[in-house]
Structures are given as C-alpha cells and as structure tokens.
C-alpha cells in the first residue's frame, strides 16, 4: 500500500517541534523568534545535491524568513515521506535564535498530486507564497496548472536545463502570473551599470551595440540583455558577436558606439565588470549571483515587474525551422 | 522619498528600473575637511568605500580631501586604504575595486583659516571636472572642530565655491556634523553665518541617528500600520520612556565630554529628534521637507520649562569611582583632561511634556548616561492599564497586572516586542505577562547600511529627510536651553552615582513623582 500522510500531521510535527526548540533554548537565551514572512516552495530534484541547496535556503531565510517547503521529486514510483525541521541561526552579537521552519516531502512524480494536496494546507495564511522551479524532473508532469495555483509568483531559470522556454513564460505572463527568472536577475547588476553610464547622454545618438557572449550561442541572460536594450535604445542595432565558442553562452563584454560621445567598452567578468569610456577606466564590483542572492530579489518582487515583463514580451523567441 | 514608488522607466529614462535598481546617484565630489581625523577614518571613508562596493555611486565619483598635513594625493590614498581596510565593517575589503576607487581621492594641503586654500580647492575642482565629468556637484562634508564649521562656510563663500557652476542642475551642499551650536544662542549665530552662504535646502546638519534603520523604521511602524495609529494619543498612553545608555565612559574624550555633557551630547540632538519621531503627526506626503515640518512642529510644541520647573522636571548626574565587569573605574573627576571639580553631567533625565491635543499631559521621560549597567537604546511606549481590573486576583508571578508595553529597540538588538498578559497554560485562570517580539528583517542577519552610508548618500542624492533643519535645531535648544540655564546656577554634589547602576536617585525619584518607575530594558 502506498504510504500516505496528511497536512494535519506535519502541523501537528511543527508544532512539537517549536515546544521542544523552545525548551532546548532555555536558561539564559533568550528563547527563540519564529520569524516567517512567506511560504517558499521549492521544487527539485531528489538526487540534486541536498547540502548547496539547504545552505541557499538557509541563506534566504536572513532576508526572507520563510515557511520552506522543499518537493524532492524522485523517479521511482509510489514514494511519498516527510520530514520536519526548523533552520535556526544566532545573529552576530545577539542573543536570542531566529528560526524558520522546513518540511522536506520526498515524492515520486506519479505522485505529484498527491504532494500538491498535501502543499496546500501547509502555506501559511496571509503571507506570500513563491514557487521556486528548481527539477528538471517537474515539466514532465502531465499536469503545471496545480503547481501554478500554489504560489503567488513563479521563479524558474532558464539557464538551467528543463525550464519553461521564453514562449512559456510569455504566455504564463499574458495569463496574469507574476514570473521571476534568475537568467534575467542575474544581470541586474550589469543593467545598471549601463543605465548609470548612459545616463544624462544622447540615446538616440547610439546606433550600434554589440554583446560579446561565450559559447556557441547567446545564453538567456544575453538574450534577456539584447530586449532589454532593444527596448531602451530603439535607434540602435543590437546585435550578439561570439569571442570563444566554449562556454554556455554568458555574456563576456558590452560595446556601445555613439554619434555624440566616446564610445564604451565593458568587460564581464562573473563578480566585476572593467569598463572604459573616454577618460574614465574604472571597475564595478559586481556579488557572486549565487541562488541565495539571486532568489533573495525576487522574492522582494511579489508583483508584476513591468521591465522584465515589457523585455520578456520584446524577446526574440527562435523556433526551431523543421 | 517618493510616496509611491515608481515602478515603470520613465519615457526619459527608458534604462531605468525602479524596481531594482538602486537609488540613482548623480556623479559628484566630496570634499571632506578634516581628511586626516577620525572621523574621516573610521565613518566617512568606510562608508563611501561600502558605496561603491555595492555599486552606488555614479562613475567619476571622486572624494577632495582637505586638511593641514602635509601628503601627496598617494599618500592620502595609502593613508585611507589603511584606514578603510581597518575599520570596514560586515565586508570584505577588495584589493582591485579598491584601486579603481583610489583613483577618484585627491588630496590638499591647507588651513581652514588661509583664503589660499579655498582657492587651491577651487583651481583642483576645475582640473577634476574636466578629467572626471562630475556635473559641477560637490558636496562639501564638515569634519572638523565646530568652532570651524562658519569658517570654512565663510572661506568657500568667498571662493565662488559654494553656489552651482552653471552646469545644468548641479548642486553645491554643505554637511555638518553635531553639535550645532553649544546653546540657542550660538546655534542661531551658526545658522546665519552658514545661510548667509548657501541656502537652507543645500544645508545638510547630520544628525547620526537619524540614519539608523531602527529609528527611521519608527516612521515605517507608525505610519505604514493602520492599527497602532488610533492608539498613539493620550487616551491610550500612559507615558512614554526614551533610554540611551552607554556601559563606557568617556573613553579619553573627557577635555571634550567636559564641555559638553551628555544633556547636549545626546538629549539635545539625538534623543529629541527620537522623540519627535515617536510623537510626530502624519505628514501629508513622504517628502524631505513634509516630514521635516511635522518633526519640527513638534519639537516647537515641547513645553519650555521656567526656572523653577528644571528642579522637578530634570536630574543631572556624575559617575564616581566603582568597579563595572571587575574593573577599577575612575570617577570623571579623575578622567584626563578632566576639571577634579567638574560640573559636568554624565547623565541627565528630562520630563518632556509635549504641548498638542494628542499629548497633553503625557510623560516624555528621557535618560542617557555614560557608565550605566548595558548599552542599550530604546523606546518604551506604556499603554494604560485595562480600565477594568477583571482578573486582579489572577496574576501569579512578580510583574502582577503589568500595564501593555510597546518597545522600540533602537540597539542593540533591534526590534520591536509588545508585552500583553496571557493565561497560563494549565487549569485555572491564572495570567502571565508575554512579550511577542519581533526582529527587523536587518537583524535576521542580513546586513544593514550603516548609519553613515544611509546618510551620505542622501546627502548625495539631495534626500534631507534625515537630516535635521534650522527650525528643528532652534527648537530643540529652546527645549533643553532652560535646563542648561538653570544647572549652569547649580553647584551639584557630585558624583550622585556609580558605574554600572542606571544614575542617580533624583531619576527615580523624578518619575515616581508622576507615579511611574523607569523600565529595566
């Protein structure tokens, strides 16, 4: 027989589990903060590495203490279990634990409606809820629609391999969903670099602009970059040259030619950009886009983001001429 | 600050996304005088630093240095490195951004008092702008002596440096650092010597903390709730307590605490403009000056003391000789620098009383002092007590029918904890008093700006929010002006307490007076 649990057992295991992290925590601590802003559910893979995921977890919660509901979706069928934590951590120079709570539900996908079932009543009340698409294995289910009715905004990224195509997700838009991709935030920082350079000059006056990417084709994130800036500088021919055929397609360097000022040259590197405009030849320090900070600013976003949804709509979407 | 955040690019503007992006800041310089003090080592250069580290300030950004040693632009520039890579806090210190940054310090050598210097200053400006494109906006940053801050107003006057250069919309803004002004007197004196040179919307009086999340996060509580609103009047407050205790002393800043004293060192500035955030009416927008007005206005609606109400209404302490943690502590009479008679207060407690229908007759009680038990900061909202004592037979533990608290922590951990009574779990009615805390998202461990960067770069962007005004300075040393009078008449038995106790006798004796007893934060 197939194994079976309810929500109203992992309530009841969270419960215990804060009377018995309460009483952990006693003499002079004092006690623990259950802190929660949103529910954050997560779905991947079983066999994707549980250590990276639990610390970029725990990471978020610093920023978005979370009711965390982790889907560990596995092959083999008819599995169903659970598993309840709480992620505590001590903020410097404090003396009193924060924590978060975490239910892990390990499922096969043939029982994939039973976890949704069980999801649901889980969500804590009155707050936000993000669904995080992590699995690759999730878009061979036969059924998304429950899976998008969880959340309250979807985070997928297409630079990971089974993502929803950029058609998917326009249409998911058009359908009034609130959509974040890493691919997208993890050029922020890069955009606003160049929003600062350009700020105050003559956009009309740039005609040309190359993005230099890796690889044997643009990555998402440089096919998010040419929207975008198709979109800002209309008058420019936007445009993609290939520097090295190894790599995944990142973007590598910016150039910007103007009728009216100096043109400009950015170099891309993972964590700083090295740009050059004229006089000036400075560095921008740019964070790691690891997951944790990634998804910490989309989950910052719960509502319809006009730029990335004006670019998702401006993205040249290639189909594939069979 | 926009009432609404905008969240599309503007037509103008089509890089632009609101949602993201920073704050934009136009390219500019900042001239700090005093490059070569503390200040400038252990705040300002820390936190200018942290900006471009995150990506905040606008390519070109470049920062003048101005003081009287003697030291070429790479000597400055080592000297800050050093510094920066010190005192930086909650961050790596990156060895290639920071020679990126260092290209953007420059350095002069001069006296304040030499016109020379300014016109040094005005030569350097106009070879850095060419090279370095800054829109003609400088931003001069006061860290000197106060005694200079008219001074070197007066020296950029005369220069022609402290109006725009023409270009279009360049700016030209002056910040001061506290104390403005040691008493009414010499504050309204500084005020007209500064606003006879820029404008009082180009005038930028820094007031520390202000800046601080928690304090600006009082704004957010009060005003972004709807259902603490209808509580925040004397109907439902019973008085309020302001606590700003320090576990130091004076920490070899005794020749200065002197002459200051912690009723103008921390009450004066700080505390009221805390307190005038607590009290403060709702301004019509979220603007610089819309907030500023009502902060004022309530600082002009604090009851002005006569002479014979300073007695009852405010104590002055000094601390003696003791042992705080094991450790033989002077008194600060025995502190370098320090008059063996000083009269100096270490401490000070004022009864407020604030003057308008939603505060009449409620207690302000505010207190700061060095060497009290912990360093801690906080506001202690008490709610009146239910006006149907119910359960009065039913409390168990010490604390008995305890009235409702709303604190504010201000520091160290900050946050906010409501105290209600609940019953105890078990048979039978028998309550206890709980508190449901809540830590702002910046203690959960994320980091958050320091007071300095908030500030600096408002300054930068032109956001005087937190910055405090002529009037709302005026104001408050009208508030503690008849305090000071009076103590100058006093001769006080000092020292009145010990290291490590929360002041004197005459504090608690000055509440309980109003039939109240100060919190143990």
Same mark, same amino acid.
């Given at each position: 027989?197939?194994?079976?649990?309810?929500?109203?057992?992992?309530?009841h295991?969270?419960?215990? /589990?804060?009377?018995?992290?309460a009483?952990?925590?006693?003499g002079?601590?004092n006690?623990?903060?259950r802190?929660?802003?949103?529910? !954050?559910?997560?779905?991947?893979?079983?066999?994707d590495?549980?250590?990276?995921?639990?610390?970029?977890?725990a990471?978020l919660?610093?920023?978005?203490?979370?009711?965390?509901?982790?889907?560990?979706?596995?092959?083999?069928?008819?599995?169903?279990?659970?598993?309840?934590f709480?992620q505590?951590w001590?903020p410097?120079?404090?003396n009193?634990?924060?924590?978060?709570?975490q239910?892990e539900?390990?499922?096969s996908?043939n029982?994939?409606e039973?976890?949704?079932?069980?999801?649901?009543?889980?969500?804590?009340?009155?707050?936000?809820?993000?669904?995080?698409?992590?699995?690759?294995?999730?878009s061979?289910?036969?059924?998304?629609s429950?899976?998008?009715?969880?959340?309250?905004?979807?985070?997928?990224?297409?630079?990971?391999?089974g993502?929803?195509?950029?058609?998917? /997700?326009?249409?998911?838009?058009?359908?009034?969903?609130i959509?974040?991709?890493?691919?997208?935030?993890?050029?922020?920082h890069?955009?606003?670099?160049?929003a600062?350079?350009?700020e @105050?000059?003559?956009?009309a006056?740039?005609k040309?602009?190359v993005?230099?990417?890796?690889?044997?084709? &643009?990555?998402?994130?440089?096919k998010?970059?040419q929207?975008?800036l198709?979109?800002? !500088?209309?008058?420019?021919?936007?445009?993609?040259?290939?520097?090295?055929?190894?790599g995944?397609?990142?973007i590598?360097?910016?150039?910007?030619?103007?009728?009216?000022?100096?043109?400009?040259?950015?170099?891309?590197?993972?964590?700083?950009a090295r740009?050059?405009? @004229?006089y000036?030849?400075?560095?921008?320090?740019?964070s790691?886009p690891?997951?944790?900070? !990634?998804l910490?600013?989309?989950?910052?976003?719960?509502?319809?983001? &006009?730029?990335f949804?004006q670019?998702?709509?401006r993205m040249?979407i290639?189909t594939?001429a069979? | 600050?926009?009432?609404?955040?905008? $969240?599309?690019?503007?037509?103008?503007?089509?890089?632009?996304?609101?949602l993201r992006?920073? %704050?934009?800041?136009?390219?500019c310089?900042v001239?700090i005088?005093?490059?070569?003090?503390?200040?400038?080592?252990?705040?300002l250069?820390p936190?200018?630093?942290?900006?471009?580290?995150?990506?905040r300030?606008?390519?070109?950004?470049?920062?003048?240095?101005?003081?009287?040693?003697?030291?070429?632009?790479?000597d400055?520039?080592?000297h800050?490195?050093?510094?920066?890579?010190?005192?930086?806090?909650?961050?790596?210190?990156?060895?290639?951004?920071?020679?990126?940054?260092?290209? +953007?310090?420059?350095?002069?050598?001069?006296?304040?008092?030499d016109?020379g210097?300014?016109?040094?200053?005005?030569? %350097?400006?106009?070879?850095?702008?060419?090279? %370095?494109?800054?829109g +003609?906006?400088?931003?001069?940053?006061?860290s $000197?002596q106060?005694?200079q801050?008219?001074?070197i107003?007066?020296g950029?006057?005369?220069?022609g440096?402290?109006k725009?250069?023409g270009?279009l919309?360049?700016w030209?803004?002056?910040?001061?650092?506290?104390? =403005?002004?040691?008493?009414?007197?010499?504050?309204?004196?500084?005020?007209?010597?500064?606003?006879?040179?820029f404008?009082?919307?180009? *005038?930028?009086?820094?007031?520390?903390?202000?800046g601080?999340? $928690?304090v600006?996060?009082?704004?957010?509580?009060r005003?972004?709730?709807? *259902?603490?609103?209808?509580l925040?009047n004397?109907?439902?407050i019973d008085?309020v307590?302001?606590?700003?205790? #320090?576990?130091i002393g004076? #920490?070899?800043?005794g020749?200065?605490?002197?002459e200051?004293?912690?009723?103008?060192?921390?009450?004066?500035?700080?505390?009221?403009?805390?307190?005038?955030?607590?009290?403060?009416?709702p301004s019509a927008t979220?603007?610089?000056?819309?907030?500023?007005?009502e902060?004022?206005?309530?600082?002009?609606?604090?009851h002005?003391?006569?002479?014979?109400?300073?007695a009852?209404?405010?104590v002055?302490g000094?601390?003696?000789?003791?042992?705080?943690g094991?450790k033989e502590v002077?008194?600060? %009479?025995?502190?370098?620098?320090?008059?063996?008679?000083?009269?100096?207060n270490?401490?000070?407690?004022?009864t =407020?009383?604030?003057e308008?229908w939603r505060?009449?007759n409620?207690? =302000?009680?505010?207190?700061? +002092?060095k060497?009290?038990?912990?360093?801690?900061? #906080?506001?202690?909202?008490?709610f009146r007590?239910?006006p149907?004592a119910v359960f009065?037979?039913?409390f168990?533990d010490?604390e008995?029918?305890?009235?409702?608290?709303?604190?504010?922590r201000?520091?160290p951990? #900050?946050?906010i904890?409501?105290?209600f009574?609940?019953?105890r779990?078990?048979?039978?009615?028998?309550l206890?008093?709980?508190?449901?805390?809540?830590?702002?998202?910046s203690?959960?461990?994320?980091?958050?700006?320091?007071?300095?960067?908030?500030?600096l770069l408002?300054? *930068?962007?032109?956001d005087?929010?937190?910055?405090?005004?002529?009037?709302?300075?005026e104001?408050?040393?009208?508030?503690?002006?008849?305090?000071?009078?009076?103590?100058?008449?006093?001769k006080?038995?000092?020292?009145?307490y $010990?290291p490590?106790?929360?002041?004197?006798?005459?504090?608690d004796?000055?509440?309980?007076?109003?039939?109240?007893?100060?919190?143990?934060?």
């Open positions: 027989m197939a194994a079976t649990i309810t929500p109203d057992k992992i309530l295991e969270f419960s215990e /589990l804060w009377t018995s992290t009483k952990a925590e006693s002079d601590s006690g623990v903060l802190a929660c802003s949103m529910t !954050l559910i997560a779905f991947v893979d079983d066999e590495d549980a250590a990276p995921l639990a610390e970029t977890i990471l919660m610093r920023a978005h203490p979370s009711r965390a509901i982790v889907v560990r979706l596995r092959e083999d069928p008819d599995h169903l279990e659970s598993r309840v709480a505590c001590m410097f120079g404090h009193q634990q924060v924590c978060c709570e239910v539900l390990t499922v996908l029982r994939l039973d976890a949704l079932s069980i999801v649901s009543p889980l969500e804590a009340p009155d707050l936000p809820r993000v669904v995080w698409i992590r699995s690759t294995r999730l061979r289910a036969p059924d998304l429950g899976v998008l009715k969880l959340g309250d905004k979807l985070i997928v990224d297409s630079a990971r391999a993502s929803p195509a950029f058609a998917d /997700l326009r249409a998911l838009v058009a359908a009034g969903l959509v974040g991709d890493l691919a997208w935030t993890r050029i922020t890069l955009r606003q670099l160049l600062q350079l350009l @105050g000059g003559d956009l006056a740039i040309k602009v993005i230099e990417h890796c690889g044997t084709e &643009p990555g998402p994130e440089a998010y970059m929207a975008w198709r979109t800002g !500088l209309p008058a420019a021919a936007v445009d993609f040259q290939q520097t090295d055929p190894s995944v397609g990142d590598k360097g910016i150039r910007i030619d103007s009728e009216k000022s100096d043109a400009m040259d950015i170099r891309v590197d993972s964590d700083c740009y050059q405009t @004229g000036l030849h400075e560095r921008a320090s740019f790691s690891t997951d944790h900070l !990634l910490s600013e989309e989950l910052s976003i719960i509502k319809h983001d &006009p730029v949804e670019t998702l709509r040249t290639w594939p069979f | 600050m926009p009432q609404e955040p905008q $969240t599309e690019p503007s037509p103008q503007q089509p890089l632009q996304d609101p992006f920073h %704050r934009k800041t136009p390219p310089a001239v005088f005093g490059a070569n003090g503390d200040l400038t080592k252990r705040k250069m936190a200018l630093y942290r900006l471009a580290y995150e990506g300030l606008a390519p070109g950004f470049t920062v003048i240095g101005i003081s009287r040693t003697p030291m070429s632009d790479d400055f520039r080592e800050m490195r050093e510094a920066v890579s010190k005192f930086l806090e909650d961050s790596p210190f990156d060895v290639e951004l920071w020679k990126s940054f260092a290209q +953007g310090l420059f350095y002069i050598a001069g006296d304040v008092a016109a210097a300014y016109q040094k200053l005005s030569e %350097r400006l106009k070879e850095i702008e060419a090279s %370095r494109h800054l +003609g906006n400088v931003l001069f940053y006061l $000197t106060p005694s801050y008219a001074q107003a007066e950029l006057g005369a220069a440096l402290a725009a250069d270009q919309n360049s030209r803004r002056i910040v001061i650092e506290k104390p =403005f002004g040691h008493d009414l007197t010499s504050a309204r004196e500084l005020n007209g010597r500064l606003q006879k040179v404008d009082e919307e180009s *005038i930028y009086r820094i007031d520390h903390y202000l601080k999340e $928690t600006q996060n009082i704004l957010a509580f005003f972004g709730n709807g *259902i603490f609103e209808p925040w004397r109907r439902y008085h307590q302001i606590t700003a205790a #320090e576990s004076v #920490e070899g800043r020749a200065y605490y002197q200051a004293g912690a009723l103008r060192d921390m009450v004066q500035n700080h505390l009221l403009q805390v307190l005038a955030t607590v009290a403060m009416e979220f603007s610089a000056n819309a907030v500023r007005d902060r004022a206005k309530l600082l002009r609606s604090i002005i003391m006569k002479p014979g109400e300073v009852a209404h405010a002055a000094q601390y003696g000789r003791g042992r705080v094991g002077l008194a600060f %009479r025995e502190e370098k620098g320090v008059d063996p008679d000083s009269q100096t270490t401490f000070a407690a004022v =407020f009383l604030v308008n505060w009449a409620v207690p =302000f009680y505010v207190r700061t +002092g060497y009290l038990p912990k360093r801690v900061s #906080e506001i202690a909202i008490q007590s239910a149907l009065r037979n039913d168990t010490s008995q029918a305890a009235p409702n608290l709303l604190i504010l201000i520091q951990e #900050e946050g904890s409501l105290k009574v609940s019953k779990p078990g048979a039978g009615m028998t206890r008093p709980v508190a449901m805390d809540f830590n702002y998202g203690s959960f461990g994320e980091r958050s700006p320091s007071a300095y960067e908030t500030l408002d300054a *930068i962007i032109g005087a929010t937190l910055y405090t005004r002529q009037d709302m300075v104001a408050s040393w009208s508030a503690v002006q008849p305090i000071l009078d009076y103590w100058n008449t006093q006080f038995a000092f020292p009145n $010990t490590g106790t929360w002041g004197p006798a005459a504090a004796e000055m509440i309980a007076r109003r039939g109240h007893a100060w919190r143990r934060p």
